[in-house]
């Protein structure tokens, strides 16, 4: 893999990492300014939600660095492969169900970064 495509794996990293500090530690005082159209009266009740939400976006973070870590070319391209098609589904989801500015913030990022995964 290119040192593109793995930087930016890592900064897709980094955002799931920002996600579940949002959604496990956050989600009372900076849910409601990232999810406007929900009522904010709506975050208190849904925290344990969130952070079982954010758990999952930990685990893509995980996956993403892991593949940063492998030292054979095509298995550390493949990993990153599966772990972006991820972020990817999960991007497009959310962008369906909760906010569509998730496709923007998630899922754009990683289409760029599965286009550089597969041409560099």
Known sequence: M?????????????????????EMFAWTRKGPK?????SKELFNQTKEMASNMGLYNGFLSAGLLWSLLITDQ????????????CVILAGFYGAI??????????????????????LL
């Open 2 to 22: 290119s040192i593109i495509s793995k930087i930016f794996i890592g900064i897709l990293a980094i955002e799931h990492l920002y996600i579940l500090w949002v």
């Open 97 to 118: 169900t909760a906010e569509k500015s998730i496709f923007v913030k998630q899922a754009l990022p990683a289409i760029i970064t599965m286009i550089l995964i597969i």
């Open 74 to 85: 095509i298995w550390a391209k493949n990993i990153s492969i599966f772990f972006v098609s």
């Open 34 to 38: 990232i999810f406007k159209k929900f």
